[in-house]
């Protein structure tokens, strides 16, 4: 999820009564609930070490008691006043498990066994950004102040459990909401996996959420000789041949050297260890071959997202190898 939603989750998890077990609980618990994007430094050695490292080690169930424990410390550094590390870091480890549980839900995953394995852990049932998250914890964060202007219109007592409840209740909405779009994107699986397209069986499929209607999934379909994106709309009929077609290359013995050299890259690698549905493309160049590929989940031709790209000249050497995403994983996904 995005820094936003994890962040308001941070400051609804105080809310909702863990500002209980420590008098610092407001920074704690935003600083925790951010704490796994700390690897986002890994940005800093390029584009393929950050996809390499992202959503890895600080993302994984080992990491939980370290971060929480660095973030109360920290904070203890700019207390004013003593307080309780167990109970500070109890809720802290509850801010951080939030942070996972959240990236959980999207297409893009989380390694929670890092470095034990390096499984990629997804639910594909929410956005990267889900603005029904966001509604729910924006009105959490809203309510005492909504709560303090009515009262002050009809000229009645202020609750001082409005921000309380109202966290609650976001909390519990966002609980049911992923469990409730958790048993739509099975139906959507079921669907996409049930049917037959262009006469042949998928061997594999996923259903990737809309970034507004519930019922509306992007489906990925994988055959043996091509890929369809396929919408299902669960209130509506499904058309199997009504999507689009991306067949897989048949490469020349050129084209097969230039994949193999590419793949030597460490953008080509990382991606490839990363991608779920990779497309690969050869451009004939005037220097060689320009070997691309892309991973279906986040976008297709002619924008894609997720994309290695490389020229592999004649003479076999590999040039301007590079991975990009644009706009980042973390961010509005088009397709």
Not at 231 to 252: E, H, I, K, M
């Amino acid at each position: 999820m995005d820094p936003v939603t994890h962040t308001l989750t941070g400051f609804a998890l105080s809310r909702a009564g863990l500002k209980k077990w420590t008098p610092y609980s407001v920074p704690i618990m935003l600083l925790a609930a951010n704490a796994p994007d700390i690897d986002l430094i890994a940005g800093a050695w390029g584009r393929p070490a950050y996809l390499e490292n992202h959503r890895t080690i600080t993302h994984s169930i080992i990491a939980v008691p370290i971060l929480a424990a660095m973030t109360v410390l920290l904070v203890r550094l700019f207390a004013r006043k003593q307080f309780s590390f167990k109970w500070a870091w109890f809720a802290a480890m509850i801010g951080v498990a939030s942070h996972l549980a959240l990236d959980w839900l999207n297409e893009y995953g989380v390694r929670l066994l890092a470095p034990f394995s390096n499984k990629w852990w997804r639910l594909d049932s929410a956005n990267l950004v889900d603005i029904w998250i966001w509604a729910a914890l924006a009105f959490a964060a809203a309510a005492p102040f909504l709560s303090r202007l009515v009262s002050s219109e009809i000229g009645a007592r202020k609750n001082p459990n409005s921000g309380r409840v109202a966290a609650i209740l976001a909390l519990c909405f966002i609980g049911l909401y992923a469990y409730g779009r958790s048993v739509l994107h099975d139906r959507a699986v079921a669907i996409l996996d049930s049917r037959m397209y262009r006469a042949t069986a998928p061997t594999s499929v996923t259903a990737l959420p809309d970034e507004v209607n519930p019922f509306v999934w992007h489906g990925v379909v994988e055959t043996q000789s091509f890929y369809e994106l396929a919408d299902v709309n669960l209130l509506g009929s499904f058309d199997p041949d009504a999507g689009r077609v991306f067949y897989r290359p048949q490469p020349t013995p050129e084209e097969l050297t230039a994949e193999r050299l590419a793949q030597s890259t460490d953008a080509f690698h990382q991606l490839l260890r990363f991608a779920q549905y990779p497309l690969w493309r050869f451009t004939p160049v005037e220097k060689g071959i320009r070997v691309e590929v892309m991973d279906l989940r986040f976008g297709a031709p002619p924008n894609p997202r997720f994309l290695a790209s490389a020229i592999v000249t004649l003479d076999g050497r590999i040039m301007n190898p590079d991975f990009s995403y644009d706009p980042p994983p973390d961010g509005p996904v088009s397709r």
